[in-house]
């Protein structure tokens, strides 16, 4: 999604994941486990995640290794020097650092290319992403939400809901530094009719909202993670890790996946709490899944739904732009379950515009449209449209 639409407001294909190329320790090491594992969950090459992935476990590892504070023995006589653990470990530190800064500087020079488009390009697209974000939230408040999960980094999603007055519930609770809570409460928004008291009802245009890899605006302190006020397509986040550094920027403290928080003894906190909530929101009888945009790279989230396919009610829509490392036709081949997959591969289906033009629901969710509708199909009025409309075409 943030894909097309970065493309639908500059005119240009956006960059990628990226890729570090001037690693100044254990370059070799890295790259080499980088492409073996990326090559073990069928992803062809890595990028830029797995390289941060990588030197988190180097570095644990090193914190090891290292934990003793044992002085550095000498080698034997016409042997090499033994490699100094500690000083690559503070250099590898240093180089966790600067690959989260590029990283972070990328997700932020996305935003601000949006932001700086040409105003009429701008809003064209931004009306697209309104109307693609309601042709799933404006159901009927009765029904169960919409859950959006995505692995952006961005806050495109953010962004379009907040013109769309579409409200979003997450984990976050809190207005000046909210604080990611674990609670599995199900909190939902109403309302009371006017001159009704003691029956509230639900309020509509509600959605659930996970970002399932963290955020380029959240950040650890002190144990917990909090969501700091970042304005959309700033050129760094810098400045406010600065500010809530109370000096030089840390960008260890931002939750960019895998960057985790270190002193929790749960592994890859929060992001097992994110994913449990993707299992829980879609391994349901007669859940539907709606994917967009998503290369089935990930592992952990291919399990979960491979797991929500095994109940014989779930289904799943996968739209995209192209298959180009077959990732998307090997899982509908490995998963078993064609029946209940339905497929729309190609530039086509993937343009955002052909989508919400031709494809996607309209926002109908009053009664008196659906009323209508139903009394013109029962009058025979709406055959009547469809018959004709095709004997014009023929």
């Known amino acids: 999604l943030s894909s097309a639409i970065q493309e639908s407001a500059t005119g240009t294909k956006p960059q990628g994941m990226g890729w570090i190329n001037d690693l100044k320790v254990c370059k070799a090491e890295i790259d080499s486990y980088v492409a073996k594992t990326a090559e073990a969950s069928g992803r062809g090459r890595g990028n830029i995640e797995d390289q941060i992935r990588s030197i988190n476990e180097l570095i644990k590892g090193l914190e090891i290794l290292t934990a003793q504070n ?4 000498e080698p034997p006589p016409g042997a090499l020097p033994y490699r100094n653990l500690k000083s690559e470990l503070v250099e590898l530190n240093n180089e966790l650092t600067r690959c989260l800064k590029l990283f972070s500087d990328s997700v932020s020079n996305g935003e601000k290319l949006i932001r700086d488009a040409k105003n009429d390009l701008k809003t064209q697209t931004f009306n697209y992403l309104v109307s693609f974000l309601m042709s799933f939230s404006s159901r009927t ?11 952006n980094y961005d806050r495109i999603i953010e962004a379009g809901a907040e013109i769309a007055g579409i409200r979003l519930i997450d984990r976050f609770v809190g207005t000046i530094a909210p604080i990611f809570r674990s609670s ?8 009371n009719p006017p001159g009704i008291r003691g029956e509230p009802r639900y309020l509509e245009g509600v959605a659930r909202f996970t970002k399932l890899h963290g955020s380029l605006d959240w950040y650890t302190t002190e144990g917990a993670i909090r969501r700091f006020g970042l304005p959309f397509g700033a050129s760094s986040v810098e400045p406010f890790l600065q500010v809530e550094a109370a000096g030089a920027a840390n960008y260890h403290q931002l939750m ?4 985790s928080v270190k002193d929790r003894e749960t592994s890859e906190y929060p992001y097992v709490e994110l994913f449990r909530d993707l299992a829980s929101a879609t391994c349901r009888p007669n859940s539907t899944l709606v994917t967009y ?7 952990h989230i291919n399990r979960v739904i491979i797991d929500m396919l095994t109940i014989p009610s779930t289904h799943i829509v996968i739209i995209a732009y192209g298959d180009p490392l077959g990732r998307i036709m090997r899982f509908v081949n490995e998963s078993g379950r064609k029946a209940q997959i339905s497929l729309l591969l190609g530039d086509h289906f993937g343009d955002i515009k052909n989508l919400v033009d031709f494809y996607l629901p309209k926002a109908a969710i009053d009664r008196s449209s659906i009323r209508m509708a139903e009394l013109l199909k029962s009058r025979g009025l709406y055959r009547t449209t469809i018959s004709n409309n095709s004997e014009d075409a023929e």
């Open 70 to 73: 044992l002085p550095l023995p």
């Open 141 to 151: 408040a009765t029904r169960d939400r919409l859950h959006i999960f995505t692995t």
């Open 184 to 191: 599995r409460l199900e909190v939902d928004y109403h309302y």
């Open 256 to 259: 960019i996946y895998p960057n």
């Open 293 to 299: 945009g998503y290369s089935f790279g990930d592992e």
